[in-house]
């Protein structure tokens, strides 16, 4: 084989159509393209969901739902998780250690699911009410 020689198989490559060749011609006059209007003319282009003037339906319908840009810094921990630490002072840091929140959480709060037989602090974590109860009345304190 040379290089010479090489030839593509039949049908690879489509013949282009001839248009405007008189109105005998099926493609003739109009070329294919009708009469008239936006799509007959040269340079006849539109962007992608445009309707003629007409409002869009990407416009006409409403905005739905609401993404938090913090919702992905922080993260809740429950008080039976906290009841399985060994440490007796619980900050961010140690819940980071123990694999108890995501590594790139910046904010923590303590929520009331579970128990808590041991007294523990938890400082710099958001408490919510029933937690803070729960904590102190197992001998703990909060401290913000």
Known sequence: MFLNSIQSTYGTRKKSKRVGRGIGCTDGKTCGRGHKGQKARSGGFHKVGFEGGQMPLQRRLPKVGFN???????????????????VDTVDLQV?????????FTKIAKVILSGKLSKAITVKGI???KGAKLSIEAAGGKVEV
């Open 95 to 103: 819940l980071l250690d123990a694999n108890l929140v995501p590594a």
């Open 126 to 128: 958001n408490v919510t």
């Open 68 to 86: 938090s840009k913090s919702k992905k810094y922080s993260a809740e921990v429950r008080l039976n998780e906290l009841d399985g630490l060994t």
